[in-house]
């Protein structure tokens, strides 16, 4: 446990992780190694007796994921001017469109907001003119319709232009874990491939 919501706080901070538990130190730090500022999107990093000291026997991986006894969580934090802290994404799931940071896990929100969808997940794919936009890969539900348009049209009303999906694959279900969670490397790897394939059948 690194943070926790107490009760009272749980409707006026809704959203939010809560504050570190007894013992544990918590940073907020930029890809510079700084700290963040309040309310400043950075890397969760954490500190105490409750944190592991390290992989079993895979020094490459403690040397990237550990400095100075800080373990670097991989999670896309903010921490509000009360010390609440909030999990946005993971941070390696963020790409860069346009020089500007999307987080998949906002796009995905508003996805799952229209009802035809059963479930959905974001990725970034390399683009010329942007260096990477947003691939939404989608399963329907049963019995439902879906278009491209659809989802292109309820991005636009949602978010911010460098936020909407460029693209839209339709599957009929997402891979996932051994845990049950989307397993974003297997749709990186196939879509990725996919999306050059497209990209060039296009220009052809």
């Avoid at 544990?24 to 950075?42: H, N, Y």
């Amino acid at each position: 446990a690194v943070l926790v919501l107490d009760r009272e706080d749980a409707a006026r901070k809704a959203g939010s992780a809560g504050k570190p538990v007894l013992h544990t130190e918590v940073r907020i730090v930029r890809p510079d190694g700084s700290d963040a500022d309040v309310g400043e999107l950075g890397e969760l990093w954490v500190k105490g007796p409750n944190i592991t000291p390290g992989y079993w026997n895979r020094p490459e991986a403690n040397k990237t994921s550990f400095t100075n006894g800080w373990l670097h969580t991989g999670d896309a934090t903010r921490v509000d001017e009360d010390g609440f802290y909030y999990i946005v994404d993971r941070w390696k799931d963020m790409y860069i469109s346009g020089g500007e940071n999307v987080y998949p896990a906002e796009v995905e929100n508003v996805l799952h907001q229209l009802d035809a969808i059963a479930e959905a997940a974001v990725i970034g794919i390399s683009d010329p003119q942007w260096g990477e936009v947003g691939l939404a890969i989608v399963a329907v539900k049963h019995g439902h319709k879906l278009t491209d348009a659809d989802v292109f049209a309820h991005c636009a009303a949602n978010l911010a232009r460098f936020k909407c999906p460029r693209q839209i694959r339709f599957i009929d279900a997402l891979p996932r874990n051994a845990t049950g969670k989307i397993h974003k490397p297997t749709l990186r790897k196939e879509f990725s491939v996919t999306s050059e394939v497209d990209k060039k059948a296009a220009n052809a």
